[in-house]
């Protein structure tokens, strides 16, 4: 009798605390149901402000978008108060648990209010800094008044010329014009970012970040990545070298057997490929690089993207809404708007509004970025069934991977041909090595630049690196993970990761690291599906229906499911891992291991102090003028600086 009146009373219990389960659960669904409505209209709001201030940067529009970005935090903040009425982290229902773990995370907007506020107005100054940055006193320029903006006239120097001083005016000046302004800001930006991470239950800042990949051992990881491909990177970088010294044979290259951070084509180092010429093992073999012919063939920025779209057309997925065509932004205003020119893909959250903003020009490069951006609206596309906490990729990696998993078909040769940018030719190994000789220096280059960037950042973020040596520490990371020395002295008054973008807009780095490794897991797991023969490069998933389902399958989910059960649908596989880049780059790994025999493949762990900026035919001015900068703002390195002079003398 007990007994049964123990179990009848269990039972009661068990009865009691299901039904309040169960009304706890449907009053969940009943909240994520009216925040999806809401966070739709908050998101679409939000958007529109930033957009009409990206395409038109003025005071006022800047102060509406601030003003908007204050009200989409304060929506946030109200959710995330009221979110703490359900005992949601021991929900069973792991789509609804997901989701309130998602509405939990509203990362700078649990800042105090009047903290939000200077937040927010630090990160619009350094996005305007940035964005509205000129470089004038150009060497050699008539009119001393005529400045540069980045967008087109100094990405183009540092793409094409090969005057060690005009490189190094165009790099020393956007440094100067942007990561030295920000100096200050930053740092107040750093501390508020902290303080928001500790609020959020980080101890550390930079766990915050790296929490959206869901993964105990992140770091342990990112730093077996770069284990894995460094050997690969360490004999690319020695050949470039080796190139470049013929290039600038006149010029003192440093002790250390680094690069100078200049030379490399592109402002930040971060892509090499613009120096193809420069290095090309066979330089008269035909190259890949269709610029010319589209330029013949009278291409126009509309063809561009209706050459991507019929990519994605041709694998089955989705085509851009009519008015992705209407609203985007696709070449810069002729007018004399200040518009933000670094390609971007925009999701307004109403289920039909998704647009690119870019300056486009015509060329190959160009294609390879229209790809990439549009396959950022394919992922918005196909998961905006979802609710829109899940409207993102399975972890911020793979967004950026999707574009450029279609661009490794874009590029190969097969494809070229299809289109009719490439005559029939017959390819044999040496313009194999030519190829893959311009993808490593687009991709491969990439991994350590985003690395020690990234690296750089958290740092900073968990105060391991303080404000004092906020440069230096920059620089020892460059130097030992990228090889690369900076081509003029810098100062700790300088700021030079304020000079790329992401870092002033705050957008977080490592994801490309990891889409530039999991692109070719994807590469070769969709290859495998359509049963492709012979060499992984020469793979091309054009008219693949095979590849376009796993694609559509994987994207659909959204970030509703750990990003490993995402990539399980591609690559059967679900850890990350660069042994793939490595299949894909076997032909050119063995050439440059043949390149190198004989020769230094490394270079010192550290930044050489002995490095100064020696220069057999240097323009006296140039360093005068360094020399007269040094003096005002370091006066304590004087003696350091007149050594420096006196070699150069
Ligand atoms: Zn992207």
Redesign the pocket.
């Known amino acids: 009798m007990l007994r049964f009146f123990q179990v009848l009373t269990y039972s009661c219990c068990i009865l009691l605390s299901y039904s309040k389960l169960t009304e706890e659960i449907e009053s969940a669904k009943d909240f994520l149901e009216s925040y999806n409505r809401e966070a739709e209209i908050e998101n679409t709001l939000l958007y529109n402000a930033i957009w009409n201030c990206y395409t038109n940067i003025t005071d006022y529009n800047q102060n509406l978008m601030t003003k908007a970005q204050q009200r989409f935090a304060r929506f946030g903040k109200d959710k995330w108060e009221k979110l703490k009425k359900w005992n949601w982290r021991n929900f069973t229902d792991e789509y609804i648990r997901r989701q309130f773990q998602k509405i939990s995370d509203v990362g700078e907007s649990v800042l105090s209010n009047e903290k939000y506020q200077r937040y927010s107005e630090i990160k619009s100054d350094l996005e305007k800094l940035y964005s509205t940055a000129k470089v004038c006193k150009k060497p050699g320029d008539l009119n001393p008044e005529k400045c540069y903006s980045l967008e087109p006239d100094l990405n183009q120097l540092m793409a094409n010329s090969t005057n060690w001083d005009e490189l190094l005016w165009a790099w020393k000046g956007w440094r100067d014009e942007t990561g030295q302004k920000m100096y200050k800001m930053f740092d107040e930006y750093a501390e508020l970012f902290r303080e928001a991470a500790r609020i959020n239950g980080f101890e550390k800042a930079d766990e915050y970040w790296k929490s959206w990949y869901e993964m105990d051992n992140f770091d342990s990881e990112v730093d077996r990545l770069y284990e894995q491909i460094k050997p690969f990177y360490q004999h690319l970088h020695a050949y470039v070298k080796r190139k470049l010294k013929k290039t600038f044979k006149d010029r003192k290259f440093p002790d250390s057997d680094h690069i100078p951070a200049h030379l490399l084509g592109s402002m930040w180092s971060n892509s090499w490929v613009n120096i193809f010429s420069q290095v090309a093992p066979f330089p008269n073999k035909t190259n890949i690089e269709v610029t010319k012919e589209m330029s013949n063939q009278k291409y126009t920025v509309k063809k561009l993207f209706n050459i991507s779209e019929e990519f994605f057309l041709s694998l089955n997925l989705k085509a851009m809404p009519k008015s992705f065509w209407k609203d985007s932004m696709l070449t810069k205003p002729q007018d004399n708007r200040t518009v933000f020119c670094f390609?971007?893909?925009w999701d307004f959250y109403n289920q039909k509004d998704f647009r690119i903003l870019q300056c486009t020009e015509i060329n190959m490069e160009w294609l390879v970025i229209t790809h990439?951006?549009m396959?950022?609206i394919q992922y918005f596309l196909q998961y905006k069934h979802l609710p829109v906490v899940f409207r993102d990729s399975a972890n911020p990696a793979f967004?950026?991977a999707i574009?450029e998993l279609l661009a490794l078909s874009v590029v190969t040769p097969e494809y070229l041909q299809k289109i009719d940018l490439l005559p029939k030719i017959n390819n044999d190994l040496d313009m194999d090595i030519n190829f893959l000789m311009n993808q490593a220096l687009s991709k491969l280059t990439l991994i350590p630049f985003a690395y020690s960037l990234e690296k750089w950042r958290w740092g900073v973020f968990n105060n391991n690196i303080k404000k004092e040596e906020y440069n230096k520490a920059f620089w020892k990371l460059k130097c030992k993970y990228q090889g690369l020395s900076p081509p003029i002295k810098r100062h700790d008054h300088d700021l030079d990761p304020g000079s790329i973008v992401h870092v002033p807009y705050g957008v977080p780095y490592i994801r490309?690291f990891i889409s530039h490794i999991v692109q070719f897991q994807f590469h070769e797991g969709l290859c495998k599906a359509l049963k492709h023969k012979g060499q992984l490069h020469r793979c091309n998933i054009f008219k693949s229906k095979e590849a376009g389902s796993l694609l559509s399958k994987m994207m659909k989910l959204g970030s509703s499911k750990k990003w490993s059960v995402a990539m399980e649908i591609i690559t059967g596989q679900s850890k990350m891992d660069g042994s793939s880049l490595l299949k894909y780059f076997e032909p050119l790994i063995k050439y440059l291991e043949e390149e190198n025999k004989g020769h230094k493949i490394d270079w010192n762990e550290e930044c050489s102090d002995s490095y100064k900026l020696v220069s057999i035919n240097g323009k006296r001015e140039n360093l005068l003028a360094e020399y007269i900068k040094i003096q005002l703002f370091m006066i304590i390195c004087i003696n350091l600086c007149i050594n420096q002079i006196v070699i150069v003398f």
Do not use: F
Request: cysteine-free; hydrophobic content about 0%.
């Open positions: 390609p971007s893909s990439h951006e396959g950022h967004h950026e574009g490309y």
